[in-house]
DNA sequence: ATTGTATGTCTCAAATTTGAGAAATATTTA
DNA sequence: TAAATATTTCTCAAATTTGAGACATACAAT
């Protein structure tokens, strides 16, 4: 059982060090309303920090799509799911997306992390392939551009919440009306 | 007349700042191909430079979302040219979008950069209302949504280029059609 | 009330980052 | 080529950030 402090202080450095990876220790003390002293006394330095951070996000992520996944075999309404699992994930889906795109990863599918990052992908995949032979999904795009335009909108829902005025569920409607009308026939 | 190396300087801040807003100075000065030195003949400070960086972002950005709207008297024609000019401005339009979109920003129209970035997402909401009403866009559809939708789709296609293998053409031409067929009735 | 656990305060040394001087080198311009 | 300018290299002190010890407080559980 992990303590909620904990728990706060690792919610608070995801967001952090989402737009500033570099950011004082001090920030992330400060979101999460803890002395910094307390932020050590947890992780031992910024480095163990930040790969909590990653496998804390890949975790809860991970489960969430996985859960997305397996919440229906219409293809669409699959797809729908992984959407809203995106926004609920906020944050933390970014990190996810950024941390196996960036140069310096090294992918790997011995890796954990790197095998159910690809599960996830592979039934993204098959699930837009699915959709394009079914004729709800225009075929002149690609699975790749999709999955750009997929994570895109997540990004740009989640930082909608915290400007607009509207309700997380308006929102989320929005998004998916937007994402679906993007991407058919 | 800015020196070559200055301007490098500031394109690369940019480009880093943008992801990562505390950065150590030697990442921008590594990523502009000079010693941190000659960045700091250039800029006083972090500070300085920061300062610098918003400036020249403001101004770029500015004058292509303002070239755009005037590049044409048909709202859909503005509406793609500023998809495409926010492509093109890459990292300095999400900079710029940030920046007045962040709380501690203090909008202030008597603020010459404020008062264009009202200018433009005037235009912005005119052209969107413009086109609702000609029957081209949804009215379901908020234009602070749409706007919100933009800024996913142009920062989305951005991260794009740097990862696919497709041209930029084919690239700016997918994030076209997925905007327009988003948002249409 | 007492014990145990979690957090805060104050403190400090180590590590890193920052900003700049001085002289060597490279590059441009006349 | 010579002079002028820009950049690099090396260096160093100041500032900031980091990680942790020692002890005080707060608070829950028994």
Redesign the pocket.
Same mark, same amino acid.
């Given at each position: 059982m992990i &303590? =909620? *402090? @904990?728990e706060r202080i690792i919610e608070s450095a995801i967001k952090v060090f989402n737009d500033d990876l570099? =950011? &004082?220790?001090? @920030?992330i =003390?400060d979101n999460a309303?803890? *002395? /910094? /002293? *307390?932020?050590? /006394?947890?992780?031992?330095?910024?480095?163990e920090?930040v790969t909590v951070c990653e496998r804390a996000m890949e975790v809860s992520c991970k489960k969430a799509m996985i859960a997305a996944i397996q919440s229906s075999d219409h293809a669409l309404t699959q797809l729908e799911s992984m959407l809203y699992a995106g926004i609920d994930c906020g944050a933390k889906y970014s990190f996810f997306y950024k941390l196996h795109q960036r140069k310096e990863h090294n992918h790997n599918n011995q890796n954990k992390n790197c095998a159910d990052y690809d599960y996830i992908y592979r039934h993204f995949n098959h699930i837009i392939v699915e959709l394009q032979q079914n004729g709800k999904v225009n075929t002149d795009m690609s699975t790749e551009w999709i999955q750009i335009l997929h994570s895109g909108i997540v990004q740009s829902t989640v930082n909608a919440q915290e400007t607009t005025s509207k309700s997380d569920k308006e929102i989320k409607e929005l998004a998916w009306t937007s994402y679906m009308k993007a991407i058919a026939p």
């Open positions: &303590p =909620a *402090t @904990k570099s =950011a &004082p220790l001090q @920030k =003390a309303d803890v *002395t /910094r /002293r *307390t932020l050590h /006394r947890y992780f031992k330095d910024r480095n920090l």
